[in-house]
C-alpha cells in the first residue's frame, strides 16, 4: 500500500507568541470571510443552504482587525476562505490591508476559490500582494462538474486560471476525493494541472456538516489515488512544504508535485499549525470540535484590541490533541454539526 510517510525536517522560522498546550506553534489562519457562495457542492454545504443574517457576519475593518492581532501575534501566513472569498462586496480591500503586513512579520497572504470569479479579480488580487491561489476543482468533465458544484460552470473556472496565470499568479489545484465520481480521474487531473504548471493536492472527504451515510459512501482513501498514480508515474517523497498539512511527492515524469491530504486514513493533527475564524468571528482551534471561541464580542465592545488577543491566545492553548474523524461505521457519528461553508475552507 502508498502511504505517505515521509517527514521533511521542520523549517526555522521565529517561534510565534501563539502555541497551545501540547507545545504546538500556531503560524497559519485560515479566515473566512463569508459563508455565501455561488456554488452548492455536494461535500460542503446543503444544496439549500441558509445562511447567516448580515449583521452576525464581520465588517472587513473587523476581518482586518483580526488579521492583524493574528500577525502580532506570530501568525505567518494567512488564507482568506468561504464559502466564495471572492463573492464577499469589496474584499480586495480587505486583501490590499492586509498585505500592509507582508515582510512585516506576514510571510504570505493567499486565499482559496472555487474559481469562478477569478476572471473577474486575478489582476487586483496580484496588484493587492497575493502571489498565490488554491482553486478548488474537483473533475475536468464538465457534467460532472456540474453533478458536484450543483450550480457551478466548469467553462468559467477554467477562464478564471487562464486569468490568473496572466496576472502572474501561481495556481495550485485541490480535488477531493470522491467515491464514485471522479476517483478515476486522478490521472487525468495531475496529467493537466502539471502540464500547465500546476501542483495539485488530493484531498479526503471530511465528516462536516451533520454528515451521515453520504459522506461514509463518498469516503475515498487516499492509498487507493497514490496506489493509482503510482501505477502511472514515479513518485519520489518531496521536502516541499506549503505550511499547510499537505504531504508531497515528486512526479519524475512530469516533474510536478502532488500533495496528499488525508485527516482520516493518516491523522497529521500531530504537528497542526493552524487555526479558523468564521466569517461571524468564531475561532475554532480545531476543525473537528465544536469549542469554538466567539471573537466578535470582543471586537464589538471594545476599540482596543487587548479583549481580543486575549480571547485568541486563551482559546488557542485549549486546541484539542486531534480531531474526531474516524473511517468506518463511525465515521456519521464522529462530525461536527457545521458545514465546511460555516467554518471556512
Not at 35 to 48: A, I, L, Q
Request: with cysteine; hydrophobic share 40%; aromatic share 6%.
Amino acid at each position: 500500500m502508498f502511504l505517505p510517510g515521509f517527514e521533511p525536517p521542520p523549517a526555522r522560522a521565529p517561534a510565534p507568541r501563539l502555541a497551545d498546550r501540547l507545545g504546538r506553534a500556531i503560524s497559519y489562519l485560515r479566515l473566512s470571510v463569508t459563508d455565501r457562495c455561488d456554488c452548492r457542492c455536494v461535500y460542503c454545504m446543503p444544496e439549500r443552504m441558509r445562511f447567516l443574517p448580515k449583521d452576525e457576519v464581520l465588517t472587513l475593518e473587523e476581518l482586518d482587525r483580526v488579521g492583524s492581532a493574528f500577525v502580532r501575534l506570530g501568525v505567518r501566513k494567512i488564507r482568506l476562505t468561504g464559502g466564495e472569498p471572492l463573492v464577499r462586496r469589496d474584499v480586495t480591500g480587505l486583501i490590499r490591508s492586509l498585505s500592509r503586513h507582508l515582510g512585516a512579520g506576514l510571510d504570505e497572504l493567499t486565499l482559496t476559490t472555487n474559481g469562478s470569479q477569478l476572471a473577474r479579480f486575478a489582476r487586483e488580487l496580484a496588484d493587492c500582494g497575493v502571489q498565490r491561489v488554491n482553486v478548488s476543482l474537483d473533475t475536468l468533465d464538465p457534467a460532472t462538474f456540474r453533478s458536484i458544484s450543483r450550480f457551478g460552470d466548469l467553462s468559467r473556472v477554467m477562464a478564471g486560471l487562464d486569468a490568473a496565470d496572466a496576472a502572474g499568479l501561481a495556481v495550485k489545484i485541490n480535488t477531493v476525493a470522491l467515491k464514485g465520481v471522479n476517483e478515476t480521474e486522478a490521472c487525468r487531473l495531475v496529467a493537466w494541472a502539471h502540464s500547465r504548471g500546476y501542483d495539485l493536492t488530493f484531498i479526503e472527504v471530511m465528516p462536516l456538516g451533520g454528515a451521515g451515510r453520504e459522506r461514509l459512501d463518498q469516503h475515498v482513501p487516499l492509498s487507493e489515488v497514490a496506489d493509482a498514480l503510482a501505477a502511472r508515474w514515479t513518485l519520489t517523497p518531496s521536502a516541499h512544504r506549503s505550511g499547510g498539512p499537505a504531504r508531497y511527492y515528486q512526479v519524475r515524469e512530469t516533474g510536478g508535485r502532488v500533495g496528499l491530504i488525508t485527516p482520516l486514513s493518516h491523522s497529521f493533527c500531530d504537528r497542526c499549525n493552524r487555526v479558523r475564524v468564521t466569517c461571524a468571528g468564531k475561532l475554532y482551534p480545531c476543525l473537528g470540535h465544536d469549542d469554538g471561541v466567539d471573537l466578535r464580542a470582543a471586537l464589538r465592545e471594545s476599540a482596543d484590541d487587548g479583549r481580543l488577543v486575549e480571547a485568541i491566545e486563551s482559546a488557542t492553548a485549549g486546541k484539542a490533541k486531534g480531531h474526531d474523524f474516524r473511517v468506518g461505521s463511525t465515521l456519521s457519528r464522529s462530525s461536527t454539526a457545521r458545514s465546511m461553508s460555516v467554518t471556512g475552507g
